[in-house]
Antibody
Framework: EEQLVQSGAEVKKPGESLKISCQGS????????IGWVRQTPGKGLEWMGN????????RYSPSFRGQVTISADKSINTAYLQWSSLKASDSGIYYC????????????WGQGTLVTVS | IVLTQSPGTLSLSPGERATLSCRAS???????LAWYQQKPGQAPRLLIY???SRATGIPDRFSGSGSGTDFTLTISRLEPGDFAVYYC?????????FGQGTKLEI
């Protein structure tokens, strides 16, 4: 079964750093892009960026470039999303999802990681 | 590209037909649109990709259509498990964007 499993919920203070993870299994992790999507009550679903684990090629949404860092460790089939200095506005549910082979739809999705910054 | 979904909420009964709309602020062509279903406390699930292709395991009660700026998700005979929030997403241009969602309620 193709699946993505994310790390657990986090509660952080403004200014702290954070790195959340997304581990893939049941498919070739290195040959499929992984995307990160944020969900908040105010802005809904927002695409943050994609990474190709095979060579760590990364693309960011302009809204998130410079605000987060997306990385991957292909040796353990894991992608990461990290912040160096969290803000309250970073609170939300963060999903990782596998991108379609050649185009930008997403499936399957991880279960989500709730990040609370307060 | 801004996606606008309508209606915001759709109230129907099991067995009825649901028609959900997604309008784009500029053309996304005839291919680059997907639909997702999200139930409370769950991640979105891919239903339709490339406008009209059903994802693995999605019943044929779900169908997608449209091109250019106007797209539709149709659920032919609603079942109790179909009541959820539905989102469209375009991937014709970067950044990828999602609609604000349509809540399908009983």
């Amino acid at each position: 079964e193709e699946q993505l499993v994310q790390s657990g919920a986090e509660v952080k203070k403004p200014g702290e750093s954070l790195k959340i993870s997304c581990q893939g299994s049941g498919y070739s992790f290195t040959t499929h892009w992984i995307g990160w999507v944020r969900q908040t009550p105010g802005k809904g679903l927002e695409w943050m960026g994609n990474i190709y684990p095979g060579d760590s090629d990364t693309r960011y949404s302009p809204s998130f470039r410079g605000q987060v860092t997306i990385s991957a460790d292909k040796s353990i089939n894991t992608a990461y999303l990290q912040w160096s200095s969290l803000k309250a506005s970073d609170s939300g549910i963060y999903y990782c999802a596998r991108r379609g082979s050649t185009v930008g739809w997403f499936g399957p999705w991880g279960q989500g990681t709730l990040v609370t910054v307060s | 590209i801004v996606l606008t979904q309508s209606p915001g909420t759709l109230s129907l009964s099991p067995g009825e037909r649901a028609t959900l709309s997604c309008r784009a602020s500029q053309s996304v062509g005839s291919t680059y649109l997907a639909w997702y279903q999200q139930k409370p406390g769950q991640a979105p699930r891919l239903l339709i990709y490339d406008v009209s292709s059903r994802a693995t395991g999605i019943p044929d009660r779900f169908s997608g259509s449209g091109s250019g700026t106007d797209f539709t998700l149709t659920i032919s005979r609603l079942e109790p498990g179909d009541f959820a929030v539905y989102y469209c997403q375009q991937y014709a241009g970067s950044p990828y964007t999602f609609g604000q969602g349509t809540k399908l309620e009983i």
